[in-house]
């Protein structure tokens, strides 16, 4: 008997499909199933019939013909000699016969055949789609074919896909090219394929209608011609439904909370304080009165009158006026009830104790303090973290805080990483607004704070440290949606290649953590660092530049001595995607009228040697800079000092030469048209001396506005940071324009 390929009409049809794949041992739809539902979103497939073993094949197809095995009980039909291409009427049967004994060699039985016009020649890219705990739907897109197993050239994003994603996805594949057209090859119809990928992952596309029983889809090969884009092979894998998808899948809108209070607390609750033996609660306090905290600090204890020279009280519930913040540090199993105690009296609290959801054990007793918090009308941070850093607030849980009001704020899972943000972020440069440690946010979690940043004029730069990529996720969400952008560095912790699942589609066996946080970062406009120095690296550029100075191109040029140093600076940036292109002959030659001391290098790098910096003391600097940026311009301008260098030669005959090219850096930024940002590298030949030179001149820089690094290395990664972020400061800048206009 014929079988036509059904479409489906409805949801009930999906469900059909889903409840015939689950008793049959592939687990997944037939072809024709998948197939059917691909061309009712209309992606292209091939015209095609299933028939039985030995049946009659309908005269509407045209030869060649592809056929393929249909068995209950067969995952890959090509590994078992289950699909035939180039087939012609008269050899179907005989093709019946070798493929039934071809899988019954494999321990399958042959069913049926899918019987298919052949498609014509074109490159072979893989479409899949797998659910990621936490994530919803991963998409990949990659060269297909059994040419993805061998190069892995793929490229990943999260669904819903725009068509500018789409777009930007495919223009991560190394083999691109190929598609084009490369070395005189078939050209691509590129538009097809975004077409057919946003038909599947669009917002209005085929998964966002399927139910979370559908897990992995694989339509590989999808054949791309000069003409089409024909999806040749489909595989629709049915699962369990994760409770982590579906919870993805229905994300609500993050709350609006005021943070104010957590910012800026006037009146704070430290519970768990001792007034026997000092314990982390009571560092709080001292670490408070250390830093010249204002407000007031009310230790609770039950049995202590005072605490660390402060009066004390016996719960929460004897508060005469409500606390901004409550900072707990007790045994687990007693928090619920304390906070319990300050129903209606306390707007945060940030519960340090561990013991919690982070353990098996310790899930139950999470939920009950979760319950417990929103029935008293109180905002939880934490539990299992270290605190909050609020600088202005000179509240901070960190011993002899950077304290400096800033306006760069963290947001971490980690709470001992956040310790090392601060220390390191403070010897980088950066000043700090906040930094929050929020531990297994049960409660206020990483996005709401991050959606609260956005819209706080004080945050003008935001850094995450996250594990999850959940979690990460919901962050893209929010930026997505936001009205406004303010630069954002993503460190991740697990970014390894575990995480790639056993799958039967080869999406789900490749997207591996490693793939998908670059996915995430890339799709969220977030800048994604691989350590905590390259973190601090970041933020101290992005929070010491002015990105609303738009920029042009990736391009960058490098200033100052030493040849070698200058090859290698301009390697890093080559491997941070920044070129360092020759000056145009013109500037050359006005760079060579300055009629400056020989050995000089202008073409880009500009290498001068000690004696042309001690033209005019180093403020020849201004010169040259300023001829560079009069005749070109580049993204970047990287300027590098070998410190010990030039003061040994030059200090004692021509006085602080650095010091006076570091203020010519600025006169020609501030001289010149805009459009271009200053980076400076100060680099240190290990003496104590250089090192105390670097740290004052570093400071110099930073006051006029110029970040300063201690290696190329750091440079090339912060003008990394600085186009990203720009890049993404201007688009957003475009599409409020253009709101505003329509």
Avoid at 642 to 656: K, P
Avoid at 698 to 708: C, D, E, F, K, S
Wanted: proline residues 5%; contains cysteine; hydrophobic residues 45%.
């Amino acid at each position: 008997m014929l079988v036509e390929t059904a479409k489906p009409s409805n949801s009930d049809t999906i469900v059909g499909f889903i409840a015939q794949a689950k008793n049959r041992e592939s687990a997944m739809f037939t072809e024709a199933e998948g197939k059917s539902l691909l061309s009712a979103f209309g992606i292209d497939t091939p015209q095609g019939v299933e028939i039985p073993v030995g049946g009659e094949l309908p005269g509407h197809l045209r030869e060649p013909l592809v056929v393929k095995a249909i068995s209950t009980t067969l995952v890959h039909k090509s590994d078992a000699g289950g699909v035939r291409v180039g087939v012609t009427r008269a050899e179907l049967h005989e093709v019946a016969t070798q493929m039934r004994d071809s899988l019954a060699d494999f321990g399958h039985r042959l069913e049926g055949l899918l019987v298919e016009e052949m498609i014509p020649a074109g490159h072979e890219i893989i479409v899949g789609a797998v659910r990621a705990p936490g994530l919803g739907w991963t998409v990949m897109v990659g060269l297909g074919g059994v040419m993805v197993e061998v190069f892995e050239d793929v490229a990943f994003g999260l669904a819903p896909l725009s068509e500018t994603r789409i777009n930007g996805m495919l223009q991560e594949l190394r083999g691109l090219k190929i598609l084009n057209g490369a070395r005189g090859g078939l050209k691509a119809d590129v538009s097809s394929l975004v077409t057919l990928i946003s038909r599947l992952a669009g917002p209005d596309g085929l998964l966002a209608s399927l139910p979370a029983d559908v897990t992995e889809i694989d339509l590989n090969p999808v054949i791309v011609s000069d003409t089409r884009a024909v999806a040749v092979d489909a595989r629709f894998v049915v699962g369990e439904a994760d409770p982590a998808d579906t919870a993805a899948i229905q994300r609500s809108e993050v709350a609006a909370t005021d943070f104010s209070a957590l910012f800026e607390p006037r009146r704070v609750a430290v519970v768990g304080a001792s007034g026997k033996r000092p314990n982390m609660a009571n560092r709080f306090i001292l670490n408070m009165l250390a830093n010249g905290f204002t407000g007031t600090i009310i230790p609770v204890n039950p049995t202590a009158d005072t605490i660390e020279g402060l009066p004390a009280i016996a719960s929460l519930a004897e508060l005469d006026e409500p606390v901004d913040y409550a900072f707990v540090a007790m045994p687990g199993a007693r928090v619920a009830q304390a906070l319990a105690a300050g129903a209606g009296k306390v707007r945060f609290a940030q519960v340090i104790s561990s013991g919690f959801g982070e353990v098996e054990d310790g899930k139950e007793l999470e939920a009950e303090l979760v319950r417990t918090v929103r029935e008293a009308g109180i905002r939880l941070i934490g539990p299992n973290c270290l605190g909050t850093h609020a600088s202005a607030s000179r509240l901070s849980f960190l011993p002899e805080a950077p304290l400096t009001p800033g306006s760069t704020a963290v947001v971490s899972q980690s709470g001992g990483l956040s310790v090392d943000i601060l220390r390191v972020g403070a010897m980088r440069g950066i000043d700090f607004h906040s930094v929050v440690s929020i531990g297994n946010s049960a409660d206020v979690n990483a996005a709401e704070l991050v959606k609260s940043h956005l819209a706080n004029d004080d945050v003008q730069v935001i850094g995450l440290y996250v594990e999850s990529l959940g979690v990460a996720r919901e962050v893209m969400d929010v930026l997505g949606a936001a009205a406004t952008r303010k630069p954002v560095v993503l460190l991740a912790g697990g970014r390894t290649a575990e995480g790639s699942r056993a799958a039967t589609s080869h999406t789900g066996a490749l997207s591996g953590n490693h793939r998908l946080w670059p996915a995430i970062a890339r799709q969220a406009g977030m800048t994604l660092v691989d350590s905590l120095e390259d973190f601090a690296t970041a933020l101290h550029a992005l929070s010491t530049l002015d990105l609303g100075v738009q920029t042009r191109g990736r391009e960058a040029v490098l200033f100052g001595n030493g040849g070698g140093a200058s090859v290698l600076g301009a390697d890093a940036l080559d491997r941070q995607g920044v070129g360092s292109p020759h000056l145009p002959d013109s500037v050359v030659n006005q760079l060579e009228s300055l009629e400056l001391p020989p050995g000089n290098g202008f073409h880009n790098p500009i290498d001068v040697p000690a004696g042309t910096l001690a033209v005019k003391n180093g403020a020849v600097a201004q010169d040259i800079l300023k001829t560079v940026l009069a005749g070109s311009h580049p993204a970047l301008l990287i300027s590098h000092l070998n410190v010990g260098i030039i003061q040994r030669n030059l200090g004692e005959t021509h006085g602080d030469v650095t010091g006076n090219i570091i203020d010519s850096i600025g006169k020609a930024r501030d001289e010149s048209k805009p459009g271009t940002h200053q980076l400076l590298v100060l680099k240190t030949d290990g003496s104590a001396e250089t090192e105390e030179m670097i740290k004052a001149y570093a400071q110099r820089a930073r006051r006029i506005g110029i970040p300063v690094f201690p290696t190329f290395e750091d440079a090339a990664l912060a003008a990394r940071a600085v186009l990203e972020q720009g890049q993404q400061i201007h688009q957003a800048s475009l599409g409020a324009n253009g709101r505003q206009e329509r």
